[in-house]
């Protein structure tokens, strides 16, 4: 049976209680005319929010390095007196361009580690040239030192958390997606000590395509064993080469890794890759949690994904764009995402990561139908269901109606 707790209560008398009531106002008069006329505005955690998320960034190339033939490494550093945003090793930042009158947007990894944009306020990233590549003509045409570059972030989820990654992370790069294990790498031997160990197996076509070799090489002697570089030729093989050739199978990462069945993969590369290591981790019974997939990126070609309905190729449909109560009606191709559509019309969304993740660029498919990349279908199931998709990496089907609700 339940004890009944009786509460006591302190009661003064009716006329006691009554008096101290009106006296109340004319003591807090008092408090209120002894207190201070200066009065605090500040407010620290706006001010921490805005040091974490300053938003666009104007920043300037400081410095230029030719890494390979085909790639540079760029230093930004703000102009406009901010400072750089805190990031993890691993994470990207958006870049905004204005190509011929029109506004488009890239993502890149961060190639610097935190170190350098907390001493310097500075950061890197690196760029491979894709030739003919609408954005990468631009920069490599047009980035020297001292030219403007817009950018915020930082954005992804490829960095090291230890409450969710193994104390043993293996890197899976291909091509330029080496960038981010070179911001962890630097990261660890400056002090973050995250993660204890990393392997890298590393994919590239020739001996002259590979980038930071040298560095990578340096970064591995200095770190007493935390960090191993295990580099895979996959076209021609120079005649002194000692390395690993052909392709990252799961056979070759079984043999390379002994402990693959506990550590964490971080995977980062061109779409080719993934595909790729996404079967091989699927073969050596890797769990989904254990593994960071870069963003895929635009495609090339779509039509090269089986996936893509290859009846719909070729096709050019009338895709109108609600925004606010504006309306407007513009062309879209069948093999270029909507995203790529609003861009060429003037009215670019803002994505961040081009890939259907980072849900930026979520918007509301009122009439008609798209095809969405099922690889980088970032699209939450509620979402689904009310008639919501991303832009950057969906396809039209046919004539549609599309309400944006972010421009840039």
Not at 175 to 187: K, L, M, P, Q
Not at 242 to 256: M, R
Request: net charge positive; charged share 25%.
């Amino acid at each position: 049976m339940a004890k009944t707790v009786k509460a006591k209560i302190s009661i003064n008398g009716y006329i006691k209680d009554l008096a101290s009531f009106f006296a109340l106002n004319g003591k807090r008069k008092k408090w209120i005319e002894s207190g201070s006329t200066n009065v605090d505005m500040s407010d620290p955690v706006a001010e921490l929010a805005k040091h974490l998320h300053p938003g666009l960034i104007t920043s300037k190339i400081v410095k230029v390095t030719d890494e390979t033939p085909s790639t540079k490494t760029f230093t930004l550093e703000p102009t406009d007196g901010k400072k750089l945003p805190l990031f993890y090793a691993g994470q990207y930042i958006s870049v905004k361009y204005s190509i011929d009158g029109r506004t488009t947007t890239r993502p890149f990894a961060i190639s610097s580690s935190p170190d350098l944009a907390v001493k310097k306020n500075q950061l890197e990233i690196t760029l491979k040239k894709n030739p003919g590549g609408y954005v990468s003509t631009f920069v490599w045409e047009n980035w020297v030192e001292g030219a403007t570059v817009l950018f915020d972030g930082p954005h992804g989820h490829i960095y090291y958390n230890g409450l969710r990654d193994s104390k043993h992370v293996v890197g899976i790069a291909g091509g330029s997606g080496v960038t981010i294990f070179r911001s962890i790498a630097n990261d660890m031997l400056n002090g973050s000590g995250r993660p204890e160990k990393m392997t890298l197996v590393y994919g590239s076509s020739n001996a002259s395509d590979i980038i930071y070799k040298d560095e990578f090489d340096a970064l591995a002697a200095k770190s007493n064993g935390r960090i191993s570089v295990i580099h895979v030729l996959s076209g021609d093989v120079p005649a002194d080469w000692s390395g690993e050739t052909g392709f990252i199978t799961a056979d070759l990462i079984a043999k390379l890794i002994p402990d693959y069945k506990t550590a964490s993969f971080y995977v980062s590369g061109p779409a080719a890759l993934y595909d790729a290591i996404e079967v091989a981790l699927d073969k050596l019974s890797i769990s989904h949690p254990n593994r960071r997939i870069e963003c895929y990126g635009e495609s090339a070609n779509i039509t090269r994904n089986k996936k893509y309905p290859q009846d719909n190729a070729g096709k050019t449909y009338t895709l109108t764009v609600l925004f606010g109560v504006d309306k407007k009606e513009i062309p879209a191709i069948s093999t270029e995402t909507v995203a790529v559509a609003l861009e060429r019309a003037g009215l670019a969304v803002d994505t961040q990561c081009r890939s259907g993740e980072c849900g930026w660029c979520r918007s509301k498919l009122e009439a008609g139908s798209v095809w969405q990349r099922p690889e980088s279908d970032g699209v939450r199931a509620r979402d689904k269901d009310s008639g919501y998709f991303h832009p950057c990496s969906a396809y039209p089907t046919s004539d549609i109606t599309v309400r944006v609700f972010t421009r840039i």
